[in-house]
């Protein structure tokens, strides 16, 4: 009979690919974070700084940018780049 040798386990990604995962997941929440806040306190008064640049412009296309980055880490492939 043949003897089972016991199985190397292996991680589904390379520890490359989780450092850029990790920080695309970071852009994430900055964009997140500058999207916040710019409320008012009473209902009937309208706060225009809803609609400032870093609300409507920077905001969005940093969690974008995130998006991309962690795309990016999952179909990085580093065995192919050697």
Do not use: C, H, W
């Not at 997140?32 to 400032?52: A, T």
């Not at 995130?66 to 065995?79: D, V, W």
């Amino acid at each position: 009979m043949k003897e089972e040798q016991p199985q190397k386990q292996e991680f589904l990604f390379e520890k490359v690919n989780y450092k850029i995962l990790l920080i695309g997941l970071a852009v994430i929440a900055v964009g997140f974070i500058l999207m916040s806040g710019g409320g008012s306190d009473d209902p009937k008064v309208f706060n225009e700084s809803v609609f400032d640049f870093r609300r409507i412009r920077l905001a969005p296309t940093t969690v974008l940018i995130g998006f991309g980055i962690t795309i990016y880490s999952i179909l990085k492939n580093p065995k192919k780049a050697e």
